[in-house]
T-cell receptor
């Protein structure tokens, strides 16, 4: 099993550009989520999904969109990147009945100039 | 809302030293408590957890005890190794809600 995979590993964007961060898992997990990690602030939840076709906002959703068309994939879209979105982004997944056991991807480091 | 506070560090220790990383929390109800570890260039991995008061989680020589009276979940290890150098996150989870993470503590262990 590959577990949770994320692409790209590193990306540089200019202010106003758009991009999609990819996340995929091969464990048939219903629950998937996106976090951002900033120095001194730990991980903050951006969006999450409890299954295909169902998404919801987390703590810091502004500037980000998500969709969940399949169980395996949960892409995160930045519509118009801003320097405040410079961060490390982690995708995580778990079984809905065991949300306390999360599996994290390796992260995407994003720099917005 | 729920929150987690932990010492931010960095913490620098010599190999074989004793490690303590403090974690306290504020939460309603009876959350589960976790320690996650992030090695350089990797995602977070679950290190240990405790689901009720007085439970002790342990793994790889690390331990933490769920203390409801002091709302704490301090991480300890008796003898650290260079390979323990990482960032450690304390977190809590209440049923039906999402995870809340602390800011992380960077540990560097020198040979």
């Amino acid at each position: 099993n590959a577990g949770v995979t994320q692409t790209p590993k590193f990306q540089v964007l200019k202010t106003g550009q758009s991009m999609t961060l990819q996340c995929a898992q091969d464990m048939n997990h219903e629950y998937m989520s996106w976090y951002r990690q900033d120095p001194g602030m730990g991980l903050r939840l951006i969006h999450y999904s409890v299954g295909a076709g169902i998404t919801d906002q987390g703590e810091v959703p502004n500037g980000y969109n998500v969709s969940r068309s399949t169980t395996e994939d949960f892409p995160l879209r930045l519509l118009s990147a801003a320097p405040s979105q410079t961060s490390v982004y982690f995708c995580a997944s778990s079984y809905s009945g065991a949300k306390e056991t999360q599996y994290f991807g390796p992260g995407t480091r994003l720099l917005v100039l | 809302g729920d929150s987690v506070t932990q010492m931010e560090g960095p913490v620098t220790l010599s190999e074989e030293a004793f490690l303590t990383i403090n974690c306290t929390y504020t939460a309603t109800g009876y959350p589960s408590l976790f320690w996650y570890v992030q090695y350089p260039g990797e995602g977070l991995q679950l290190l240990l957890k405790a689901t009720k008061a007085d439970d002790k989680g342990s793994n790889k020589g690390f331990e933490a005890t769920y203390r409801k009276e002091t709302t704490s979940f301090h991480l300890e290890k008796g003898s650290v190794q260079v390979s323990d150098s990482a960032v450690y996150f304390c977190a809590l989870w209440n049923y039906g809600q999402n995870f809340v993470f602390g800011p992380g503590t960077r540990l560097s262990v020198l040979p």
